[in-house]
């Protein structure tokens, strides 16, 4: 009868509520390995196909993989609310800023270097997930501050 009663006021967490109180950080780190093993996991499957045009086969899995990323960023790392749109477009202008930079450095390690693709785009990968953290964070998913005032202001409302 006690767990009972109790029951009524003490509401278990769910595994949401458990992912949430990780860091911010290892929560980036965690989707951002989901979303960079879906990546290069098309990269490799179109390179497989197409593979002297290891342009196209970026250019495809980064289009292929783009949505996947937004989505797990807003709604998995940094739980942001509405502005739907506004972050979406802001997202896509950071992961084509990162597009265009993981190009150019393929295109340096593969076509100047003559590295092997898969493993220059591997390592890509890993530095521009690095970058794009803060871009993520600091741009296309920041949140306002609520100062003081407006808090206070609040109480009243």
């Known amino acids: 009868m006690l767990q009972k009663i109790k029951s009524w006021f003490v509401k278990e967490k769910s595994y949401l509520d458990h992912w949430f109180e990780i860091d911010e950080r290892w929560r980036y780190l965690t989707v951002a390995v989901g979303n960079v093993t ?3 996991l098309l990269f490799a499957l179109l390179l497989s196909v197409y593979a002297e045009h290891y342009q196209i086969c970026l250019f495809l899995s ?3 993989s783009s949505f996947s990323a937004f989505a797990g960023y807003k709604f998995l790392v ?3 609310e509405g502005n739907h749109w506004r972050e979406y477009f802001k997202s896509t202008a950071i992961l084509g800023w990162s597009y265009l930079l993981n190009s150019l450095l393929l295109w340096i390690l593969v076509g100047k270097m003559l590295l092997n693709p898969y493993a220059a785009q591997a390592l890509v990968l890993s530095v521009l997930t690095l970058f794009n953290f803060v871009l993520f964070k600091h741009f296309a998913f920041k949140t306002q501050k609520v100062h003081f005032w ?3 202001y609040a109480v009243f409302d």
């Open 78 to 80: 940094f739980a942001t």
């Open 62 to 64: 980064w289009l292929l």
């Open 150 to 152: 407006e808090k206070i």
């Open 38 to 40: 879906l990546k290069y």
